[in-house]
């Protein structure tokens, strides 16, 4: 079986999100970098396969995605037998909390952790203004966010019970430029229970490779 196409640089949290994804499940693939800085995920290439122009954008034989956390289901759904096979549930109720943990990562866990990634680890580096007021709001919502999860995380080993899932596997990539990034790391260290969620996910093979991934240069474009 040919091996499927990521398109995009390690250091994107979607495409480590895909990666992270892949990796659990065994599947084989090819990383294809995308140089943004030149604008190559403008070009009219690039566009046929994701047409908005970011990253990830995903190839299996005939089959084009291009948003990281449905390329995840189908990545989980296609290759239910490889890897960890329970990494997106093996009955329906176990899929539908799953789905509904990915959902709150998504919609109240992604937003305030992006915007604290980009404006303390990303913006620095690319000598851009930080906004101090956006940065305050962020910290205040996640805040919230967490103090949802560290409840939760009493309850429960993992988000979506006693396995570790693609709803716990999502929040990785913000989390590492979090904790690893930025002086906020308390946001996630002061809690107890995710503290502790955190150190067992973060410490799965498939993200140290991810991670590994990040700090290699890219690999050249075919």
């Known amino acids: 079986?040919?091996?499927?196409?990521?398109?995009?640089?390690p250091m994107s949290t979607a495409v480590a999100r895909v990666l992270a994804c892949l990796l659990e499940k065994e599947v084989k693939f090819q990383l294809i970098n995308v140089d943004m800085a030149k604008g190559k995920h403008k070009s009219p290439e690039y566009l046929k396969i994701q047409p908005f122009g970011q990253v990830p954008a995903f190839e299996d034989e005939d089959i084009t995605l291009f948003e990281s956390r449905s390329i995840c289901r189908y990545v989980c759904d296609k290759y239910a037998k490889q890897g960890n096979e329970g990494l997106y549930g093996m009955?329906?109720?176990?899929?539908?909390?799953?789905?509904?943990?990915?959902?709150?990562?998504g919609q109240s866990f992604n937003p305030p952790s992006?915007?604290?990634?980009?404006?303390?680890?990303?913006?620095?580096?690319?000598?851009?203004?930080?906004d101090p007021e956006l940065i305050k709001q962020s910290e205040e919502k996640l805040k919230?966010?967490?103090?949802?999860?560290?409840k939760r995380l009493g309850e429960s080993r993992f988000l979506a019970g006693d396995e570790f899932t693609l709803a716990?596997?999502?929040?990785?990539?913000?989390?590492?430029?979090?904790?690893?990034?930025?002086?906020?790391?308390?946001?996630?260290?002061?809690?107890?229970?995710?503290?502790?969620?955190w150190n067992e996910i973060s410490s799965r093979k498939s993200w140290k490779k991810v991670v590994e991934m990040q700090s290699a240069p890219p690999a050249p474009k075919p």
């Not at 079986?1 to 640089?9: D, E, H, L, R, S």
């Not at 009955?91 to 990562?105: R, T, V, Y």
């Not at 919230?144 to 560290?150: M, P, R, S």
């Open 168 to 197: 716990d596997l999502s929040h990785l990539p913000n989390t590492q430029y979090i904790l690893n990034g930025t002086d906020r790391g308390e946001l996630f260290t002061s809690r107890k229970n995710v503290a502790r969620w």
């Open 114 to 130: 992006s915007a604290l990634v980009f404006q303390l680890a990303f913006a620095p580096r690319m000598k851009l203004k930080q």
């Open 91 to 105: 009955n329906s109720l176990l899929k539908a909390s799953i789905d509904q943990w990915i959902e709150a990562e």
């Open 1 to 9: 079986m040919a091996a499927v196409k990521v398109y995009g640089p």
């Open 144 to 150: 919230k966010v967490l103090d949802i999860y560290e």
